[in-house]
């Protein structure tokens, strides 16, 4: 069975500083991954997708995330955090449903 | 629209009463899916509609909750006999079809069961 695994419920940077979400992965097939963005009461924003065609993906926002075969990993980075980034992010893997990491709540602080 | 709308944006009710949850999914999105939001348990899948066929139901967590889709469209979530652990957001979300395409998600349901 797919599965993701998102380590550290929460995150904390300071504005400018990298953003590192961490996602690792359980596949037997090559998955097709995703990150996605929460606000406070919206519903979830595609930040990018991961399908094979590109092992750097770049998203909106400034992010972007590497994915690591022999690391089964997807991590989430952004150079320099801005305020607008605090949000929960979700990273998933798609089996024609959508299997969901627990989430990372990021803070940025002035 | 240009985007995945939902209706209501809030519900309350009490234990007891029946609830239907609508999704307006993006004009041309073959796939359809529910998921449901909620402290304890997180992000769950609970249904995906290709066109109005349902191939895979295996989230609903009980036979109170069944779903719908017509003309390719718009789907209803309904539960019957609410329950207070059904309080929870409901989100629906649309793509183009299955296997890796993006989700296009609404802004959910919020239900709270009194």
């Known amino acids: 069975a797919q599965s993701v695994t998102q380590l550290g419920s929460h995150v904390s940077v300071s504005e400018g500083a990298l953003v590192l979400l961490r996602c690792n992965y359980s596949?037997?097939?090559?998955?097709?991954l995703f990150w996605y963005v929460q606000y406070p009461n919206q519903g979830l924003q595609l930040l990018l997708k991961?399908?094979?065609?590109?092992?750097l993906v770049k998203g909106i926002n400034g992010f972007e995330a590497e994915f690591k075969k022999s690391e089964t990993s997807f991590h989430l980075t952004k150079p320099s955090a801005h305020m607008s980034d605090a949000a929960e992010y979700f990273c998933?893997?798609?089996?024609?449903?959508?299997?969901f990491g627990t989430g990372t709540r990021l803070q940025v602080f002035p | 629209g240009a985007g995945v709308s939902q209706s209501p944006s809030n519900k309350v009710t009490e234990k007891g009463k029946d609830v239907e949850l609508r999704c307006d999914p993006i004009?041309?999105?073959?796939?359809l899916y529910w998921y449901r939001q909620s402290l304890g348990q997180g992000l769950e899948f609970l249904i995906y509609?290709?066109?109005?066929?349902?191939?895979?139901k295996s989230g609903l967590p009980s036979d109170r909750f069944s779903a719908e889709r017509t003309g390719g469209s718009v789907s209803t979530l309904t539960i019957q006999r609410t329950q207070q652990e059904d309080s929870a957001v409901y989100l629906c979300?649309?793509?183009?079809?299955?296997?890796?395409?993006?989700?296009?998600f609404g802004d959910g349901t919020r239900l709270s069961i009194l």
């Open positions: 004009s041309g999105h073959t796939a």
């Open positions: 991961y399908t094979s065609a590109a092992t």
């Open positions: 998933a893997v798609n089996t024609d449903k959508l299997i």
């Open positions: 979300a649309s793509s183009l079809g299955p296997g890796g395409q993006p989700q296009h």
């Open positions: 509609f290709q066109g109005n066929s349902a191939p895979d």
């Open positions: 596949s037997s097939v090559p998955p097709y």
